[in-house]
Nanobody, 130 residues
Framework: VQVVESGGGSVQAGGSLRLSCVVSGWTWSSRCMGWFRQAPGKEREEVVSIDNDDNIRYGDSVKGRFTASKDNAKNTLYLHMNSLKPEDTAMYYC?????????????????????????WGQGTQVTVSS
């Protein structure tokens, strides 16, 4: 499985960017994907996660400004980032994994924590200047 991000760059505050994440080589019927980011000196945090039923979860810091969308035919996850702020500056990573069985809920689910994802891209840098 290969995960490749693109679309990062430098923008001024208030601007927009669209990140793309292409996943190839996966044969899973259930697919979970997510965007995470890590700023210098900070821990990596979840930006958004989405499963193959299109259930989406956004991090609190990006709600109302960022939107995730998928193109299943292209195996691509997009992150539309609007109203960017300097604090959005970070390396953005895409991750993918199949759903796994959780005996506690007797059902399959997507990763709940980033450390449950096994497949990661190299990241794409986003820099927002004030």
């Amino acid at each position: 499985v290969q995960v490749v991000e693109s679309g990062g760059g430098s923008v001024q505050a208030g601007g927009s960017l669209r990140l793309s994440c292409v996943v190839s080589g996966w044969t899973w019927s259930s697919r979970c994907m997510g965007w995470f980011r890590q700023a210098p000196g900070k821990e990596r945090e979840e930006v958004v996660s989405i499963d193959n039923d299109d259930n989406i979860r956004y991090g609190d810091s990006v709600k109302g400004r960022f939107t995730a969308s998928k193109d299943n035919a292209k195996n691509t996850l997009y992150l539309h980032m609007n109203s960017l702020k300097p604090e959005d500056t970070a390396m953005y990573y895409c991750a993918a994994d199949p759903k796994t069985y959780d005996s506690d809920i007797d059902s399959y689910r997507c990763p709940r924590e980033q450390n449950e994802y096994n497949f990661w891209g190299q990241g794409t840098q986003v820099t927002v200047s004030s």
